[in-house]
């Protein structure tokens, strides 16, 4: 049975730091890539970042680049989302989601066959 379950939200003063956890089971993140993504109140859902599973890349949304960090541990079947420098704007629900590929393309919903249920960060001071 697949299931995907984020931890690590809470909240956090801006500039601060959080890491967000993906726990994978059911299947091996050696052969999917892994996407976050984000929902802040009143808006749409959007991709946050990617890693693939056979290439090794990565992908983050302009919004984020320099400021988080994605990386997995297969033998965990983990993937993790590091994240500096927080802005009120990070402010939303993050979700974990399995990619129907090996490999980062676009990072849509559409593209993601499995996901968790969130969890939620809140940069407030």
């Known amino acids: 049975q697949v299931q995907i379950v984020e931890s690590g939200g809470g909240l956090v003063h801006p500039g601060g730091s959080l890491r967000l956890s993906c726990a994978a089971s059911?299947?091996?993140?050696?052969?999917?890539?892994i996407g976050w993504f984000r929902q802040a109140p009143g808006k749409e859902r959007e991709g946050v970042s990617c890693?693939?599973?056979?290439?090794?890349?990565?992908y983050y949304a302009d919004s984020v680049k320099g400021r988080f960090t994605i990386s997995r541990d297969n033998a965990k079947n983990t993937v993790y989302l590091q994240m500096n420098s927080l802005k009120p704007e990070d402010t939303a629900v993050y979700y974990c989601?399995?990619?129907?590929?090996?490999?980062?393309?676009?990072?849509?919903?559409?593209?993601?066959?499995?996901w968790g249920k969130g969890t939620l960060v809140t940069v407030s001071s």
């Open positions: 989601a399995r990619s129907r590929f090996s490999v980062c393309a676009l990072l849509s919903s559409g593209g993601m066959d499995y």
């Open positions: 890693i693939g599973s056979s290439d090794g890349n990565t």
């Open positions: 059911g299947f091996s993140l050696d052969y999917y890539a």
